[in-house]
């Protein structure tokens, strides 16, 4: 399984960006999908994922939202209201199932990762 994440860059405070996620070597309809994110000198976090439910971490609930197509097995992360603390290495990453987690462990691919930094 390969995954190849684009998308992100240098936005303002308040801005928007959408990430993209292209996923090759397994079929998204019968996988969870997740995006996490690393910042400088901390342990990579969960911010959304999608399966049979789909979950958020508390930062980006109500300013990003995880969407899939299927058909093009791709996986999109579409974020606004960006702030400065958003700034991090986001990644893509897929689990043999269909059970949404919050576990970096319990996902088996991932991908190379995007920067997106927010300017204050």
């Known amino acids: 399984v390969q995954l190849q994440a684009s998308g992100g860059g240098l936005v303002p405070t308040g801005g928007s960006l959408r990430l993209s996620c292209v996923v090759s070597g397994r079929s998204l309809s019968r996988s969870a999908v997740a995006w996490f994110r690393q910042a400088p000198g901390k342990e990579r976090e969960f911010v959304a994922a ?3 439910s789909t979950v958020y971490a508390d930062s980006a609930n109500g300013r990003f939202t995880i969407s899939r197509d ?4 791709m996986v999109y992360l579409h974020m606004s209201s960006l702030k400065p603390e958003d700034t ?3 990644y ?3 689990r043999d199932s269909q059970v949404v987690v919050r576990l970096s462990s319990m ?3 991932w991908g190379q990762g995007t920067q997106v930094t927010v300017s204050s």
């Open 50 to 52: 999608s399966g049979l």
């Open 70 to 73: 299927n058909a093009k097995n």
């Open 88 to 90: 991090a290495v986001y």
């Open 92 to 94: 893509c990453t897929i």
């Open 107 to 109: 996902y088996a691919a």
